[in-house]
């Protein structure tokens, strides 16, 4: 089945600085990228997603890039903010219309002030 | 639209009980997916509903079972609970495309 690591683990940055998460997946036939951010005690949302067919996508100051070559893609945050401290989760899924999506490990952001 | 909710939010059962936990997705979303979410093995899928069908199913023991009903509510059931089945289990809801959305999910601890 599908596997997806993610690093680092946890990531501390200053405010205002950039923030990079890299993940890599295991199965070529996955088409559909999702990033989940996570705040203690919250559910997961939905923060930008990428489908196969697009190599980079971006809303405000979150992009997403794909690699569908070497099988890895990565979210950047730019000019972070203190609220955007929390647990990011990157997942893949295996085909359209199949919503089991295989998630990575997370990464604990913390943006200090 | 109202988002997905998850009753209840908090349950406490003891080993060997069995427990049950739904979803209500948002309104229009035919299709209900569940994952447990623990500290050591992260976020886990465990089986997807669309239009009260099993569609998929992740990698955990028959105990774990689901079902959904035709108003897309969708319940899950865990029998013989062991000490490892502590864990939050979300609930997420999605409509035609792949989007889902979670709900704030359902804390079940076992004693």
């Known amino acids: 089945g599908e596997n997806v690591e993610q690093h680092p683990s946890t990531l501390s940055v200053q405010e205002g600085d950039s923030a990079v998460i890299k993940c890599t997946y295991s199965?070529?036939?996955?088409?559909?990228f999702p990033w989940y951010k996570q705040e203690l005690g919250k559910r997961p949302q939905l923060i930008i997603d990428?489908?196969?067919?697009?190599g980079e996508k971006k809303d405000q100051r979150i992009a997403v890039t794909l690699n569908k070559t070497a099988k890895h893609f990565s979210l950047h945050i730019t000019e972070t903010q203190p609220e955007d401290s929390a647990v990011y989760f990157c997942?893949?899924?295996?085909?359209?219309?199949?919503?089991?999506?295989?998630f990575g490990s997370g990464t604990r952001l913390q943006v200090q002030p | 639209k109202a988002g997905v909710t998850q009753t209840p939010r908090y349950l406490i059962k003891t080993r060997g009980q069995q427990v049950t936990l739904s979803c209500s997705p948002i309104?229009?979303?035919?299709?209900v997916s569940w994952y447990q979410q623990t500290p050591g093995q992260g976020l886990q899928f465990l089986f997807e509903?669309?239009?009260?069908?099993?569609?998929n199913k992740g990698n955990f023991p028959g105990r774990f079972s689901g079902r959904q009903f035709s108003n897309s509510r969708s319940e899950m059931n865990v029998s013989t609970l062991e000490l490892g089945d502590s864990a939050l289990y979300l609930c997420?809801?999605?409509?035609?495309?792949?989007?889902?959305?979670f709900g704030p999910g359902t804390r079940l601890t076992v004693l």
């Open positions: 997942a893949a899924s295996l085909a359209t219309g199949r919503r089991a999506l295989t």
């Open positions: 509903y669309f239009s009260e069908t099993q569609r």
């Open positions: 997420a809801s999605s409509q035609s495309t792949d989007t889902q959305y």
């Open positions: 990428i489908r196969s067919n697009v």
């Open positions: 309104s229009g979303h035919r299709s």
């Open positions: 199965d070529s036939a996955s088409n559909y």
